[in-house]
Every structure is written in structure tokens, then in C-alpha cells.
């Protein structure tokens, strides 16, 4: 093989376990890609992620929409994240790394613009917010394929770490957008482009603290600000990144690869607009279906559309990736999956307006003595000031996670994990009672924030723990698949968050949210010690 097959943007030859050919010329071409993918993955998860942000500051500007409609839009762009990482997790060996990794970055592009717009006009009504969020859901969708693609760049011995600085890294997303848009909300900053400010009716706040009502505000640049580093990174993927021939034989030219990866993302719209028009409440939809009933609904109706709408070459490629479900190990790996990501992008989505519900208000009882949740708390912590810490701990401690697991093993160090959230989720949601039921919720806030940061720090270690097993369990044309698939579904974290804790919160319960999770965590230790740790097990892991 001529040193030819290892230069341009396909190369032919590639070895990664092999360690003369590693050292040599692998490791050089893996990290330049990786180190180009990860900004391109944080800004997927901002765009993905900003509707969490925005809601807050739509609430803030007095949009005449309620809390419950709110919430939908972080619950529309949560489940829209997840459905577009089915087909996502399939697309770097139909269409190849490089050509995926370019498009769906560029693609960003649309949602950022379309949010800037609306976000400026008060008065149009909720559907074309909700589209907006749905569109947002293409950011979330660039995980799966991102994840996918790194995974073939790496020898198993450096998965743990590879993937872990890609994922981490890359959820930086979050914090950064959870940053940045409370920042360039303050300025007008594209000039007469940019559109008029809007007046504040409540106070609002950044992360150096309260921002006053009054005060003018661009909440179009929510998503405008994305436009400034999406045109440079969509060039720099373009003339950066690398296509694996070994990985994706089959991938025709650059136009064939794009129009697959558009083709298979505008079927993901598909699934997911259906079951949302049978989930929403009127008038948006029809309110028929139980969201448990749902998800699993719009993971069928996806899975379903790409394999009957697979031709041609496609079709052998998808029915390819299509082994993994008759894996054990794939569903025992979703599941633990849920426990990490899902919590992580959940909270992520859920936890700036529940902490504006939750201390925004003071929770006094009527004269009938029935508790009311409408008074302004004058001591509200400024939400935007502090939102950002959890995603923050989270996303730093990831790599961490992926390198101890490379050290002592991903299964053990998930299972600590697991106990920790299994507690810090009980704790948390005695913390959420009191504070729902306090004149004065403020003085609940430290220890919220304080367990809160705990859960985001462990399902950080876990996002990272977890990769490391799948990197152990399967092999090199699986594990890309399986990576994807299990970040799908645990994406589906970012819709049920948002809805669980919006719905107790409305009932009045907000701990039932917490006290449901930490069951979960609570099975999701039984799952991992049965199939990775117990004496039997037929993966030791260690």
C-alpha cells in the first residue's frame, strides 16, 4: 500500500491495532479529526440544547405562552435529538465520516438563523416556536454519527479516552450555549441586522448575576450567535477530516454521500412529527398518547421508516447495522446508557425553568389555606447566573471518566455511579419538596444546586464508563453502530425530563420526579452487576 492511501480526504489504509502503523501514521490522522470534531459536536449540542435557555429568557420577556407550553419546547427539541440519532448512528458507513460531519454541522445552520427570527416576533403563535425547537433537533441528532465516526479512528486500547474527550469535550455544548446566550442576549450584536431589543418585564440574570427587568434585551441572538462559529467550522470539517474507506467502502461522491444523509434525516422528521402531533395537548396536537406509550412509538415508527425506505446499496448497508439488535449486550447497554446521557441531557434540558418555577416564586397557602404558586420571590437566584454549573461539571469530569475506566474498567466505575445518583436523586427531590412549600424557597437553593452538581458529575464519569464498555464488548464494524443507537435512546432523556418534572411540578410534587429516577438508577445496578461484574457473568468487566 502506497503511502498515497493514507493522505486526501479518503484513505484506504487503515490499521489502528496495528502499533508500528499507529504511531507511525494513525494516531497523527486520528487526533487532527477528533480535535476538529469535538467543536463541531458542542456546537451541535448548543443549538440542540438552547431551547432550555431560551424558555427562561421567553418567560423573563413576557411571552403569552403558560409554563406548560414552555416546557414543550424543550421537551419538542429533546425528542426531535433523539429520533435524528437512529438514523445518524448509521450514516458514517453509508456516507463516511468526513462527508457526515460536514453536512450535519453546515446543516446547524438553518435551525440557528430560523430561531434568531422568531425569537422576534412576541406576537406569532406557538407552532412556529415549536418548529423551530423541532429543527433544533438536527444539533442533537450530530452526536450519534460523531460518536460513530471517532470510535473507527481509535485502537481499543485508547477508546475510552478518544471517545471520552469527543463526548466531554464536546457536551460542552451545553454549558457553553448555557454561557454564551445569556451573554449576547445583553448586546446588539449584528447591528441593524440583528432586529430591535426587547424590554425585560422580570428580572433575568448571566452568569455574573441578576440582570434587572427594564433592561433591553436581543433574545434573537439566542440563535444568531451560532451563525459566527458554524461558517468556519463547517470549512474546516470540509478540508480537515478524513473518510475511512475500510469503514465506509461505498460511500460514491461527496453529492451521493449528502443527499443519503439528507434523505435519512428528513425521514427522522417523519416519525417524529407524527407522534408528537398525537402526543401535544390541543391545539398544537391531539393529546391522545401517554408519553411512555410515545417514545417507544417513535423509536419503532423510525427504525421501521429507514428500513423500508433504504434502497439500493443503502438497503444492504442499513440491514448491516441492523445486527446489533440481536445482541443482548446492545439493549443491556441502552439501558445503562439511560442512566448516564439520559440524565445528563435531561437535567441539562429540565433544570433552567424548573429552578425559575421552583425559587422563582414564593409558595404561600390562600385563605382556604390551598398552596399557591404564583407570587414573585424578590430573592430568586438569578437562573441564567447558575444553570450553567451542573452541564459544566458534567462535561469536564467525562474524560476523566473514560480514562479511570480504561484503568480499572468501564462496569465497576458505572456501578459506583449508579449508587451515587441512586442517592443524590432522593436527596434531591426531598430538597425540591421543601423548597415547593416554602414562603421563602431561597434557602433551599444551595443544597439543590450542591446534589445537583453531584448527579451531573457522576453521570459525566458514567457517560465516559460506559463507552468504555461498549468499546470492550463489541467489535470494530459494531461498536460504531452500537454507540450511536444507545446514545438515540438515551436521548430521549432530554424529552423526559423536561415532561416528568414539568408534570410533578404542576402537580404540585416535584420529589416524585426525583424519587422515580432514583428507582430507576436503583434497577439500572442490579442490570450492570448481573450482565458485568457478578462471578458468572459472561463479559467480566472487570
Not at 416576533?121 to 418548529?131: C, E, I, S
Amino acid at each position: 500500500m502506497t503511502n498515497k492511501s493514507h493522505t486526501g480526504a479518503d484513505i484506504a489504509d487503515w490499521r489502528p491495532e496495528d502499533n508500528d502503523f499507529w504511531e507511525s501514521t494513525g494516531k497523527k490522522i486520528a487526533y487532527r479529526n477528533l480535535w476538529i470534531s469535538i467543536p463541531a459536536l458542542l456546537c451541535g449540542f448548543a443549538v440542540w440544547g438552547m431551547w432550555g435557555i431560551i424558555t427562561v429568557q421567553m418567560l423573563n420577556l413576557g411571552f403569552p405562552f403558560s409554563q406548560a407550553e414552555l416546557f414543550t419546547l424543550t421537551a419538542i427539541a429533546g425528542i426531535a435529538g433523539a429520533t435524528m440519532r437512529i438514523p445518524a448512528s448509521f450514516l458514517i458507513r453509508l456516507a463516511g465520516g468526513r462527508n457526515t460531519i460536514f453536512l450535519t454541522t453546515a446543516m446547524l445552520l438553518a435551525p440557528a438563523i430560523g430561531t434568531g427570527i422568531v425569537l422576534q416576533h412576541k406576537d406569532w403563535p406557538l407552532w412556529a416556536f415549536q418548529l423551530m425547537a423541532l429543527w433544533s433537533g438536527v444539533g442533537g441528532g450530530n452526536f450519534a454519527s460523531s460518536m460513530s465516526n471517532i470510535s473507527t479512528f481509535f485502537p481499543k486500547r485508547l477508546q475510552g479516552t478518544g471517545l471520552g474527550l469527543n463526548a466531554g469535550l464536546g457536551n460542552f455544548g451545553v454549558t457553553t450555549m448555557q454561557v454564551v446566550i445569556p451573554l449576547v442576549m445583553t448586546m446588539g450584536l449584528l447591528g441593524s441586522f440583528g432586529g430591535e431589543p426587547m424590554t425585560l418585564v422580570k428580572d433575568s440574570g448571566w452568569i455574573f448575576g441578576k440582570i434587572p427587568a427594564g433592561t433591553s434585551t436581543w433574545i434573537q441572538n439566542a440563535g444568531f450567535a451560532w451563525v459566527l462559529s458554524l461558517v468556519p467550522l463547517a470549512i474546516l470539517c470540509w478540508f480537515g477530516m478524513n473518510n475511512l474507506k475500510t469503514i465506509s467502502p461505498s460511500t460514491g461522491n461527496p453529492i451521493v454521500a449528502f443527499a443519503k444523509i439528507t434523505y435519512l434525516y428528513t425521514l427522522a422528521f417523519v416519525p417524529s412529527i407524527f407522534m408528537l402531533y398525537l402526543y401535544l395537548p390541543p391545539p398544537t396536537g391531539l393529546g391522545l398518547l401517554n408519553m411512555w406509550v410515545a417514545i417507544p412509538l417513535d423509536i419503532v415508527l423510525a427504525l421501521l421508516v429507514m428500513k423500508m425506505a433504504a434502497f439500493g446499496p443503502m438497503k444492504e448497508g442499513v440491514a448491516k447495522q441492523f445486527e446489533i439488535f440481536r445482541n443482548k449486550h446492545t439493549w443491556a447497554m441502552t439501558i445503562l446508557y439511560i442512566v448516564t446521557f439520559g440524565s445528563f441531557i435531561g437535567f441539562s434540558m429540565a433544570l433552567p425553568l424548573s429552578m425559575k418555577v421552583i425559587f422563582g416564586v414564593s409558595h404561600v397557602p390562600d385563605a382556604a389555606g390551598v398552596m399557591q404558586h404564583t407570587a414573585s420571590n424578590p430573592n430568586a437566584p438569578a437562573v441564567l447566573a447558575f444553570a450553567w454549573i451542573g452541564p459544566f461539571v458534567g462535561a469536564l469530569i467525562r474524560p476523566v471518566g473514560g480514562w479511570v475506566s480504561d484503568k480499572v474498567g468501564g462496569s465497576i466505575v458505572t456501578q459506583w455511579v449508579s449508587a451515587a445518583m441512586v442517592v443524590a436523586s432522593v436527596a434531591v427531590g426531598y430538597v425540591m419538596m421543601q423548597a415547593y412549600h416554602s414562603a421563602t424557597p431561597e434557602q433551599y437553593f444551595l443544597p439543590f444546586m450542591l446534589l445537583f452538581i453531584v448527579l451531573f458529575a457522576a453521570s459525566g464519569i458514567g457517560n465516559g464508563s460506559t463507552f468504555r464498555t461498549i468499546g470492550v464488548i463489541f467489535d470494530r464494524q459494531q461498536a460504531g453502530p452500537v454507540l450511536g443507537w444507545t446514545s438515540a435512546v438515551a436521548a430521549y432523556g432530554a424529552f423526559i425530563a423536561p415532561v416528568v418534572i414539568g408534570q410533578q411540578i404542576k402537580a404540585g410534587t416535584p420529589q416524585a420526579a426525583m424519587y422515580g429516577f432514583a428507582v430507576f438508577y436503583a434497577l439500572c445496578l442490579i442490570l450492570n452487576w448481573w450482565f458485568y461484574l457478578r462471578r458468572g457473568a459472561e463479559i467480566k468487566n472487570p
